[in-house]
């Protein structure tokens, strides 16, 4: 009896995956669960654990090649015998007994769809005619060039006409062709260079331009006082790296003062898609905490479920996360699910920075460096000042198609104000 | 079993031995053959139907055997033993029963639902009774060439409830036709009773109202079914008009093969069991001392081996090939296209051009004629027939009662027959009587039959008069939607004429559609060339050249189309009008060639939009021009409502152009 194995669908916006590496060749006897290929999708590389038990009879896919969730991958000849037929990645069934579910954000709004208008000018250049597309296609044009002048700056016949009888947006191998020598050498020499873009990269890259694509960029951003978070600090800090293995930096601060603050304002906490109407409001706040893999790239580590944590456990967890996707140890739910994301500048000494919206969340904070500053402190009496104290930018990329500037503010001003006021202390002794 | 006699009175007293064997021997091949039949149906052997006419063969003989070998048999699913006495062979029949390729329908019916026009029997159909008009209008054709032929419309007592047997039976009364209507009551229709079917103790008693003489004769008695056949003939072909003869008869079995007709009592079968119409004959013929027992037997032999052979072979003959179906939807023009120099012009409007064109047909050809309401002395409601009622009389120009399917029905007779009639409909509105004869002759009559039927249809179409709900209809889409019949709209008074022209030449029906806004518009008034000449049907054309959006047309929203792209010119966009001009067949070419230049289409249509040309044109457009879009395809129609009255509401409804306007501006 043979069986196949498929595609797996590591995460719910994954659509397609690329094979890395086969593990198995042909003839070779596997077992349930043992690695048979690696593969790399958008969020994550992994192995693929054989389903079945069997003598592998056909490899159905090259290394390199990028087939969708679902293809079929590998033909297995052999018993059935220890395959259970329950998917294996299926978790335990949920309590739903309301007594043993704490319900830490009780102000949390179910998943909510509302139905939303869609904007005219949405989207709208990407839309293109079928005499469009032919014409791009058959004049080889690159239609991310051409300016439409149809309604909402739609693409018309005749806008790539007038590119045609022009040849402008052209992309001519005669041109090449045409060129000195030297230059062809040159520009051989730079796509040599260029051509080694990792799959990392890549992936990078393509997000960033997707995001960038499809959310309205705003940045806001907001002077935060770190004067009495320091004081804690300072006071534990010797303690903190000798009980747990790692710093107490200020991201835990202001990630747990991020949570509360989504819990708050549940829309940023949200997803949109335009194109099908709905908005999402998560009921859980998974965040998401940027991580720099050495200046080789960069992924997004998720704290699931971050809202059940207190300082140390937020901590730790980000300190463990952090470490896992340094090491390329992370599992798929250390990549996938957050709900809205943090980007930890400061820890670069950044003064500000408007970073990109990890899709498909509808804002990124960032986190700016901490610096004693002069600032201006009011006395008891009324008497103004000028005080030496720890202080900071956080600043906050937001879609505008969500929501608004008030909305934005709210949430950053209700962030600073918990990171100023609240009894920090008393989450450490 | 004692069985009543029969004795030869009439014209049957001077047949000769022969004559008496060949109609016994028809009898008999009926009764042997759809015993046979009936036996494979139940056996599995036979699909579709058998609807046996057996204990009726005397009426069935009868009626051929007192017609002309030249005169026509319209009848139904029941009267194969007609076929027989009229000479279709027992090969042609099993072809039609197996499907087969060269049988009388080709494979695209079935059973007794066919007709060998050659050997004088008009296509058999469902629709009951409707080659009743048919065989009318071959009697009309008769009347006018006096070529002598009497038609015969026959069906059982139950289809004389339907109002096409009551519009056929009087439209021959009313113009004196040489029909004789033969109804073979035999109890039941189906299932249901005389009593179910018609109010009169006799079916023949209804003949008073058509001002027509009728008789109830013994149908199973062949002498005498012969002699009043006869006699009937003879009077209608010589110029005596129509009569009816109703044959008191009963069929041995069910209505078909599955029936097991439970209906029937007892007394009543056995009443007319001991009148057996082919023991009576055999009786008198042994009485008479001209045949015996022995050759009767010895007949049956033979034709039960004749009847297993040629089931046999039929089996074993060409399927037909699907591939075929497309192709035999219309006869292919024989005859040349007309040309003129078109030198010699007159000024006209739309009207005036199809009058002209009328007139100059009728005189050309003396085959091409016309019926419809009022068109005679009246010279028509819209005077459409001006002048030719006094230039060519009654016979070429009829006056018909209000008998919209009749007289089509009628149509598709004359032109069998070898005339080319041109109905009028008063309004296209009164269409939808006609449609049963339209779709189911007309449309059908050379895929079926393999016979081409030429004939026209033309009458007022479309809103804009303040006429309401009734008078104002754009039928396109209704009509088209019927494979088998060509459609054409023209918009001005040149391509009415050469279409109308085109459409009396054509082989085939034509559906031609006027539009009443444009009979006199003044501004439509053109010079139109004198004499005969002709526009391709199946050709577009376009009538105002443009680059960026083709919009296409016809009929009465054509000068709309134009006065838009006017106004559009003004904003520099260039409007491409297309008027399709004929709907069946569509010129796709010149609308894909035009979409490749344009990339933007636009559908105008006076019409309701669904299910319409407009959907028709746009899905071609979108499977044979997709690549050449740049928008939408966009259709330009009235709300999917009736055509309402109030001047506001009319106006409301017709597009305007300034909704076409609008419209196109979107395309942007
Ligand atoms: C217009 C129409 N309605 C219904 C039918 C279905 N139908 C076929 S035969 C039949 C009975 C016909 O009875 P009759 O006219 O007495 O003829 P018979 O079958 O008795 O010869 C009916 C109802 C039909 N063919 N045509
Ligand atoms: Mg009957």
């Given at each position: 009896m043979s069986q196949i194995v498929t595609m797996p669908q590591l995460g719910e916006t994954v659509t397609e995956g690329t094979i890395l590496r086969w593990l198995v060749k042909v003839g070779d006897e596997v077992k349930e669960d043992d690695p048979i290929l690696e593969i790399s999708t958008d969020k994550v590389d992994t192995e693929v654990p054989s389903p079945f038990n069997g003598t592998v009879s056909n490899l159905l896919v090259e290394e390199g090649e990028t087939v969708e969730v679902g293809a079929s991958l590998l033909e297995l000849d052999g018993d059935k015998t220890n395959t259970n037929d329950t998917p294996l990645k299926e978790e335990p069934k949920e309590e739903t007994n309301e007594e043993n579910v704490q319900d830490t954000s009780p102000k949390v709004a179910e998943v909510q769809n509302h139905n939303i208008s869609k904007t005219p000018n949405e989207k709208q250049n990407l839309k293109l005619s079928p005499v469009v597309r032919k014409l791009a296609s058959e004049h080889n044009i690159d239609i991310e060039k051409v300016q439409g002048t149809g309604k909402d700056g739609r693409i018309k016949r005749q806008d790539i006409e007038k590119i045609?009888?022009?040849?402008?947006?052209?992309?001519?191998?005669?041109?090449?062709?045409?060129?000195?020598?030297?230059?062809?050498?040159?520009?051989?020499?730079?796509?040599?260079?260029?051509?080694?873009?990792?799959?990392?990269?890549?992936?990078?890259?393509?997000?960033?331009?997707?995001?960038?694509?499809?959310?309205?960029?705003?940045?806001?951003?907001?002077?935060?006082?770190?004067?009495?978070?320091?004081?804690?600090?300072?006071?534990?800090?010797?303690?903190?790296?000798?009980?747990?293995?790692?710093s107490l930096t200020y991201l835990p601060f202001i990630s747990l003062a991020t949570v509360s603050a989504l819990r708050e304002y549940p829309v940023v906490n949200s997803s949109f898609d335009l194109e099908n109407g709905l908005h999402e409001i998560h009921n859980h706040i998974n965040l998401g905490i940027a991580v720099d893999l050495n200046q080789q790239g960069l992924l997004v580590g998720t704290l699931q479920e971050a809202d059940s944590f207190n300082l140390k456990g937020i901590a730790r967890k980000i300190s463990e996360t952090s470490k896992l996707l340094r090491d390329g140890k992370y599992g798929l739910d250390d990549v996938s699910g957050s709900t809205f994301t943090i980007s930890n500048n400061g820890s670069f000494n950044s003064f500000l920075t408007s970073p990109i919206i990890n899709q498909p969340n509808v804002a990124i904070l960032s986190t700016e460096s901490v610096k004693k500053r002069p600032v201006v402190v009011q006395a008891q009496d009324g008497s103004d000042s000028i005080a030496i104290r720890h202080t900071g930018i956080l600043s906050i990329t937001w879609d505008h198609r969500v929501f608004d500037g008030s909305v934005a503010l709210l949430f950053l001003n209700f962030i600073k104000e918990r990171l100023e006021n609240a009894d920090w202390s008393q989450e450490l002794d | 079993m004692q069985i009543e006699k029969i004795t030869r009175k009439g014209y049957s007293a001077s047949l000769s031995k022969d004559q008496l064997w060949e109609i016994y021997k028809s009898m008999k091949t009926q009764r042997l053959l759809e015993d046979r039949l009936l036996k494979m149906y139940k056996g599995g052997q036979l699909s579709g139907a058998v609807y046996p006419g057996i204990g009726q063969e005397a009426s069935m003989a009868g009626i051929a055997a007192g017609m002309n070998e030249k005169d026509i048999f319209g009848g139904t699913h029941r009267d194969l033993g007609v076929q027989i006495k009229k000479g279709v062979t027992l090969k042609e029949i099993a072809l039609n029963f197996f499907g087969k390729h060269d049988g009388p329908s080709k494979g695209r019916d079935g059973n007794s639902h066919f007709g060998v026009v050659d050997k004088g029997t008009l296509m058999v159909v469902s629709p009951l009774p409707d080659s009743a008009p048919v065989a009318v209008g071959w009697a009309l054709a008769s009347q006018q060439s006096g070529s002598g032929v009497v038609a015969v419309a026959n069906c059982g007592e139950g289809a004389t409830a339907t109002g096409t047997w009551h519009?056929?039976?009087?439209?021959?009364?009313?113009?004196?036709?040489?029909?004789?209507?033969?109804?073979?009551?035999?109890?039941?229709?189906?299932?249901?009773?005389?009593?179910?079917?018609?109010?009169?103790?006799?079916?023949?008693?209804?003949?008073?109202?058509?001002?027509?003489?009728?008789?109830?004769?013994?149908?199973?008695?062949?002498?005498?079914?012969?002699?009043?056949?006869?006699?009937?003939?003879?009077?209608?072909?010589?110029?005596?008009?129509?009569?009816?003869?109703?044959?008191?008869?009963?069929?041995?079995?069910?209505?078909a093969g599955h029936d097991p007709a439970e209906y029937v009592n007892e007394e009543v079968r056995d009443f007319w069991m001991k009148r057996d119409p082919i023991a009576r004959f055999e009786d008198?013929?042994?009485?008479?001392?001209?045949?015996?027992?022995?050759?009767?037997?010895?007949?049956?032999?033979?034709?039960?081996?004749?009847?297993?052979?040629?089931?046999?072979?039929a089996k074993t003959q060409d399927d037909p090939d699907p591939i075929n179906e497309v192709e035999d939807m219309f006869a292919d023009r024989t005859t040349p296209t007309i040309s003129n120099d078109e030198s010699d012009t007159k000024t006209m409007n739309y009207i005036e051009a199809i009058t002209n064109g009328l007139d100059e047909l009728m005189e050309n050809d003396e085959n091409v004629f016309m019926m419809g309401e009022d068109i005679g002395v009246f010279e028509g409601a819209f005077k459409a027939t001006k002048g030719l009622f006094n230039k060519y009389g009654p016979f070429r120009v009829i006056d018909t009662s209000i008998s919209e399917g009749g007289f089509t029905g009628a149509a598709v007779g004359a032109a069998l027959a070898g005339k080319k009639p041109i109905v009028e409909l008063q309004?296209?509105?009164?269409?939808?009587?006609?449609?049963?004869?339209?779709?189911?002759?007309?449309?059908?009559?050379?895929?079926?039959?393999?016979?081409?039927?030429?004939?026209?249809?033309?009458?007022?179409?479309?809103?804009?008069?303040?006429?309401?709900?009734?008078?104002?209809?754009?039928?396109?889409?209704?009509?088209?939607?019927?494979?088998?019949?060509?459609?054409?709209?023209?918009?001005?008074?040149?391509?009415?004429?050469g279409l109308l022209v085109a459409a009396v030449n054509d082989p085939n029906p034509v559906m031609y559609l006027e539009h009443k806004k444009l009979y006199r518009k003044p501004d439509l008034k053109m010079e139109v060339p004198l004499g005969l000449y002709e526009v391709e049907i199946g050709k577009g054309k376009v009538v105002?050249?443009?680059?960026?959006?083709?919009?296409?047309?016809?009929?009465?929203?054509?000068?709309?189309?134009?006065?838009?792209?006017?106004?559009?010119?003004?904003?520099?966009?260039?409007?491409?009008?297309?008027?399709?001009?004929?709907?069946?067949?569509?010129?796709?070419?010149?609308?894909?060639?035009?979409?490749?230049?344009?990339?933007?289409?636009?559908i105008l249509q006076e019409d309701v939009p669904f299910s319409s040309i407009a959907s028709e044109i746009s899905s071609v457009v979108a499977e044979k021009g997709f690549w050449n879009l740049d928008n939408p395809i966009l259709k330009v129609t009235p709300p999917n409502t009736h055509i309402p009255f109030a001047p506001v509401l009319e106006d409301a409804f017709i597009p305007s152009v300034e909704k076409v306007v609008k419209a196109l501006k979107e395309l942007q």
């Open positions: 045609i009888s022009s040849g402008q947006g052209m992309i001519s191998t005669e041109k090449i062709a045409e060129q000195p020598p030297q230059e062809k050498e040159k520009e051989m020499l730079t796509k040599e260079s260029s051509n080694n873009i990792s799959r990392l990269r890549k992936r990078i890259a393509e997000n960033m331009i997707i995001s960038k694509q499809t959310s309205a960029h705003v940045m806001t951003s907001i002077e935060v006082d770190f004067e009495n978070i320091e004081i804690v600090r300072a006071k534990h800090k010797a303690k903190f790296k000798e009980e747990n293995g790692f | 519009e056929s039976i009087n439209m021959a009364g009313v113009l004196n036709l040489p029909v004789v209507f033969t109804v073979q009551n035999n109890q039941f229709a189906y299932s249901s009773p005389n009593e179910t079917e018609f109010g009169t103790p006799n079916v023949a008693d209804r003949a008073a109202g058509y001002g027509i003489p009728a008789k109830i004769i013994d149908g199973n008695d062949i002498y005498e079914v012969i002699d009043v056949m006869h006699e009937a003939c003879e009077s209608a072909r010589e110029g005596n008009g129509p009569s009816l003869i109703e044959l008191v008869t009963f069929r041995h079995y069910g209505h008198s013929l042994v009485e008479e001392g001209l045949f015996s027992t022995e050759q009767f037997v010895s007949l049956a032999e033979d034709l039960e081996a004749e009847i297993r052979e040629a089931l046999e072979w309004f296209y509105d009164f269409v939808y009587p006609a449609l049963d004869q339209i779709t189911t002759e007309a449309a059908k009559y050379y895929w079926k039959a393999g016979k081409s039927v030429p004939m026209v249809v033309r009458g007022p179409t479309g809103a804009g008069t303040r006429s309401g709900p009734f008078h104002s209809i754009s039928p396109e889409s209704l009509l088209a939607h019927h494979p088998g019949i060509r459609v054409v709209a023209p918009s001005n008074p040149y391509d009415a004429k105002r050249q443009g680059t960026d959006i083709t919009l296409v047309t016809w009929s009465g929203m054509v000068p709309v189309a134009n006065e838009a792209a006017e106004v559009l010119s003004k904003e520099n966009i260039s409007v491409e009008v297309i008027d399709i001009r004929t709907i069946v067949p569509l010129d796709e070419e010149i609308i894909l060639s035009s979409v490749e230049k344009t990339s933007n289409l636009c």
